[in-house]
């Protein structure tokens, strides 16, 4: 670098400049809490749909699964799983759900095995309002199709 | 050594490598998974063994952090440790909760620990990276705090270099957004927003600046250069980091709540993520080519100059190709991503850590001039080995990703596989980085078998040299 950029400007940069976008951050963030409530609909956050995160927590599903595209990438997308699964109808939704959860590992030689988790039934359902709450979320329009 | 009190650094490089070892096994173990759904799942599901992989990184990297700042602020302040003691209890504290924690992933379900540890009081488990115990996070801060307080006073009663003080801003970093880990709302998009002030701010903020001041205190012992000219470097590269990184965390909110505004500033921003990593191969390369003395420990040298380059290709060129919000609108998600973690934290992280170790433990060892050239050579093919291999996994992993993108993202929906078909069809690829892993594994041998080389070479070398002395 040349002579004439001294060290102490190269500091006033870090230091300005960190600060500067560091509060950037903050303000954008302020604006993004604002504007929330609307793209994640928190009105429909029922308690259930807090217990289905606790079940979904609780039971690492990120380990395997992605949600809206982050966790791992062993087994498939699944917040659009109600999109993909539910025939369009939360009730039909609910029913897949149990009798997946229940048939779990499946017993197909070679395919990557989902465990049993032994859920209630109320767990499954509380998960399944949590996976249809999630698909309703404003995440501008991602996946790119059904698949996930 | 300048200072008695740098020894404190050993246990943690030594205990870093122990858990190193066992990522990589886990690692290989997942691998074999990606292609054969049964192998040991009935022991050791997906998830429980990704957990642990990825956890078992972030602690070996703290460790390594934590040796590095234990070894190089001392000689950089030019006084003694503030409290060995501290450092020597905070070792052994963090390496029982870490081994506790491993264990506790390993023998009982995760549901049955997350009963066990209370998780109901402060929920904070099951999200990825984030799937410690909430009394091990807990135990996670003390430990940081400790390191920061014991690092931090040391500073004041010494030298404050431009080395110091950014690795203590670093360090303050670390433990301040590692807090937003207990921020554990019930809905989702606060939840995932607040997440990546962790894991964003940390590998593409603040660790950026650890990163920069241990390269920084390398290159000046190995290079010998004007502690003035790295400063100036160090000072750019950060800030650089910073301005670009900070807002760059828009690229983690293009799919996951934020508004449409992040689309813009994450792509844009994020985009200036590669110039600090490009800045810091072309600071590393100078230094070098512009060094005062040949020191004796070139596979230090190599390290060092080895982070910067894959540093860049990692983080930098493989975070870039899907950082662009209408390719990552194609590739979120994907074996792509998957790709450049590897490389990122490898190339970053892993091998800075690495540098630090091989820059510092022959000089604990009682070998100022480095390793003996028998143990350099090794050590030189365990590099290469690592990372012609990493680069091999990430390229592997590469094509798995944009083929499961053209497979199962980009036809329209009647056309496009599944996510299970299109594993199916890929599985080839993931052979090819199971292969390039076990080679990757047998680097990582040699670079520990490096350690118990040419002691002998050392010893013969002191009697020519104490002949040498009688004679003249």
Not at chain 2, 67 to 85: C, F, H, I, K, N
């Amino acid at each position: 670098m040349a002579e004439r950029f001294t060290k102490g400007m190269a500091r006033n940069i870090y230091y300005g400049g960190g600060v500067f976008v560091f509060l950037l951050l903050v303000g954008l963030t302020f604006d993004t809490m604002l504007k929330m409530p609307e793209r994640d609909h928190r009105v429909n956050l029922t308690e259930s749909v807090a217990r289905g995160k606790g079940v979904w927590e609780h039971n690492n599903c990120i380990g395997c699964h992605s949600l809206m595209g982050e966790g791992a990438y062993y087994a498939p997308e699944l917040a659009n799983v109600f999109d993909r699964r539910g025939a369009g109808s939360e009730q039909s939704f609910r029913a897949f759900m149990s009798a997946w959860m229940a048939a779990q590992p499946l017993q197909v030689e070679g395919r990557r095995k989902m465990p049993q988790f032994h859920l209630t039934q109320e767990q499954v359902d509380d998960l399944s309002e949590f996976l249809i709450w999630t698909s309703r979320i404003d995440d501008n329009d991602w996946p790119p199709n059904i698949e996930g | 050594m300048k200072f008695e009190s740098q020894k404190v650094a050993q246990p943690y490089f030594i205990f870093a490598l122990v858990l190193f070892v066992g990522q990589i096994l886990f690692g290989l173990i997942m691998g074999l998974q990606y292609v054969d759904g049964d192998f040991l799942t009935s022991w050791l599901p997906f998830n429980v063994a990704r957990m642990v992989h990825t956890n078992l990184l972030l602690v070996w990297l703290l460790f390594g952090f934590m040796g590095a700042s234990y070894y190089l602020v001392p000689e950089e302040a030019d006084t003694e440790l503030y409290s060995p003691w501290l450092a020597k209890v905070t070792f052994w504290v963090f390496a029982v909760a870490g081994v506790a924690t491993i264990l506790g992933y390993l023998l009982v379900p995760y549901a049955r620990l997350a009963e066990l540890t209370y998780n109901h009081l402060l929920p904070t488990m099951g999200r990825e990276f984030l799937e410690q115990p909430t009394i091990t996070k807990i135990g996670i801060v003390l430990v940081c705090l400790s390191y920061v307080f014991n690092i931090g006073m040391t500073i004041l009663k010494g030298r404050k270099t431009v080395i110091n003080m950014v690795l203590i801003t670093g360090l303050i970093g670390l433990a301040v957004f590692f807090l937003f880990s207990f921020y554990n709302p019930s809905n989702l998009v606060l939840d995932k927003y607040f997440w990546w002030w962790v894991v964003h701010l940390w590998v593409e903020g603040v660790w950026e600046l650890i990163l920069g001041a241990i390269l920084a205190f390398v290159v000046i012992k190995v290079t010998g250069v004007d502690r003035e000219v790295v400063e100036k470097w160090l000072y750019m590269i950060i800030a650089l980091a910073l301005i670009s990184g900070l807002i760059g965390m828009g690229h983690h909110y293009f799919w996951i709540g934020p508004g449409t505004y992040w689309l813009w500033l994450g792509s844009i921003f994020s985009a200036l993520e590669p110039v600090p990593f490009f800045m810091m191969v072309m600071f590393a390369f100078k230094m070098v080519a512009e060094r005062r003395y040949e020191h004796q420990n070139k596979v230090a040298i190599k390290w060092a100059l080895g982070t910067a380059v894959m540093g860049f290709l990692g983080a930098g060129v493989w975070g870039f190709i899907h950082t662009l919000a209408p390719v990552n609108y194609y590739t979120h998600g994907s074996q792509i991503t998957a790709a450049h973690g590897h490389l990122a934290f490898f190339g970053a992280y892993a091998m800075i850590v690495m540098t630090i170790i091989s820059y510092a433990m022959p000089i604990l060892r009682g070998r100022p001039h480095g390793n003996p050239p028998s143990a350099q050579r090794l050590e030189t093919f365990a590099f290469w080995a690592m990372c012609t291999s990493m680069v091999g996994i990430t390229l592997a992993l590469t094509v798995a990703g944009a083929w499961q993108v053209a497979l199962q993202r980009l036809p329209e929906a009647s056309e496009a596989l599944g996510f299970m078909a299109t594993q199916d069809k890929i599985a080839p690829v993931f052979w090819v980085r199971e292969v390039l892993g076990l080679i990757f594994f047998v680097g990582l041998m040699a670079y520990l078998g490096s350690f118990f080389v040419g002691s002998k070479e050392l010893a013969s070398d002191s009697e020519l040299q104490l002949k040498d002395a009688a004679a003249a």
